[in-house]
């Protein structure tokens, strides 16, 4: 194909792609049916990954629930029952460590059968100055909100690509959109955490895997206690974020094949604005917002959760 003629293709798809983004804005597409699916979650002992584990069990499907404390894992378990779920089956595993996932995802594929939708959601934070932060503690961040990503991925993705069918969904956060201070270790995981799952992304799609489908959340704070003390210094326009409404929006991107979500919707500007203005501009809104000292008054969760 000459040049002009890929030109002109490129040019009219992308208008289509436009069209079609504006189009889904107004009008959402078909949900996609879950029941039957067997979805894996990590981090499901508490927090989004409980609420997603309880609204995924209503949606008919199978669960696979992954955490490292079992007492969190036995609580979502009664939970996702008490809402009609027939098959669920939990893991204690430890995600900052490669062979306790391999063992525990073996352990998987034999006792339930290939996972079908993978959500890496187990996630930690340190939220201390670079310099302050113990060396084990960063290289666990790294571990559990990164790494660990690699290898389910290389656990469960074969059989996703085998079969043509599958979804890989990466909890990541605002902070892997844009460096802060006091998290500079969660910020760098969640960075590679997005770079990552686009990356594998494109991979499915330069392999013609189009029944492989991709979903970045990038939620700002979320009020589940791992970042508690923080506070939004304009609420109205960035408000700490309800647990409820952060797993039904993840829920509906999931079942719409949304390959990327920010939460709340204004992050979309935030992230638009960032990708032309001088880094001055940019750190003048950081201040506005509050977003420069956000992690001052940050407690996160008791050491007893």
């Not at 699916?37 to 990590?42: Q, V």
């Not at 696979?64 to 979502?76: A, K, R, S």
Request: charged share 20%.
């Amino acid at each position: 194909m000459n040049f002009f003629l890929e030109t002109l293709k490129v040019i009219v798809l992308l208008v289509y792609y436009l069209l079609e983004s504006l189009v889904l804005l107004v009008v959402p597409g078909r949900k996609k049916n879950v029941s039957g699916e067997i979805i894996l979650i990590t981090g499901a002992g508490s927090g989004i990954g409980r609420l997603l584990a309880v609204k995924f069990a209503s949606l008919g499907a199978t669960l696979v629930l992954w955490d490292i404390n079992q007492e969190g894992l036995n609580c979502t378990v009664r939970q996702v029952k008490e809402k009609g779920a027939a098959r669920v089956h939990s893991y204690v595993c430890d995600c900052s460590k490669r062979q306790d996932i391999y063992r525990v995802a073996d352990q998987v594929k034999k006792e339930v059968g290939d996972v079908s939708i993978l959500i890496n959601n187990a996630g930690i934070v340190v939220g201390k100055r670079f310099l302050d932060s113990p060396d084990s503690l960063v290289e666990k961040t790294m571990e559990v909100n990164t790494i660990a990503h690699f290898w389910t991925y290389k656990a469960f993705l074969p059989a996703m690509i085998a079969a043509n069918h599958g979804h890989l969904v990466s909890i990541a956060s605002c902070a892997g959109l844009c460096g802060a201070s006091q998290i500079a270790d969660y910020c760098a995981s969640k960075f590679a955490a997005i770079g990552f799952a686009e990356s594998i992304d494109i991979e499915m799609r330069s392999l013609r895997k189009t029944g492989v489908k991709t979903t970045i959340v990038c939620p700002y704070v979320i009020n589940t206690g791992m970042f508690d003390g923080i506070k939004s210094k304009w609420p109205r326009l960035l408000p700490v974020l309800e647990p409820e409404y952060v797993a039904e929006r993840i829920i509906r991107a999931v079942r719409q094949n949304q390959e990327v979500l920010f939460i709340p919707r204004i992050v979309y500007i935030f992230y638009f604005l960032r990708s032309f203005l001088p880094v001055k501009a940019a750190i003048l809104f950081l201040d506005y917002f509050g977003l420069s000292d956000l992690m001052n008054t940050f407690k996160g969760r008791p050491k007893k959760e």
